[in-house]
């Protein structure tokens, strides 16, 4: 079982930054995708960001050029730093993980590829 350990949520103004950070267990973490999801209140979890295990990296629309996702695989962490906040991007949070990474991405923005989960972080941001 992989676990994976996140950090870096809170409350921050329009405009403002975050980085959120995704600790992962094992020691295979160079092979697996990473990625990013979030869920807003009353809302579908929905894909925002994901990292293969060569460097590849796709976003959600409305966050590429204010995100960016990015991976220490000395460190078995992944980021999602976050510019420009708006209030819009207020949601939990969830790092997940595909532990096989079988090179084939036209899925990368589902949640059935993966296969881990982290708790989630709130992130809020007020107007």
Known sequence: QVQLVESGGGLVQAGDSLTLSCA???????????GWFRQA????REFVAAITWSGGRYYKESVKGRFTISRDNAKNTVYLQMNSLKPEDTAVYYCTADRG???????????????????????????
Request: positive net charge; without cysteine.
């Open 24 to 34: 992962a267990s094992g020691r295979a973490f160079s092979s697996y995708a990473m």
């Open 101 to 127: 990474d079988s090179g084939t991405y036209s899925n990368i923005r589902l949640m059935g590829r993966y296969d881990y989960w982290g708790q989630g972080t709130q992130v809020t941001v007020s107007s």
């Open 41 to 44: 209140p009353g809302k579908e």
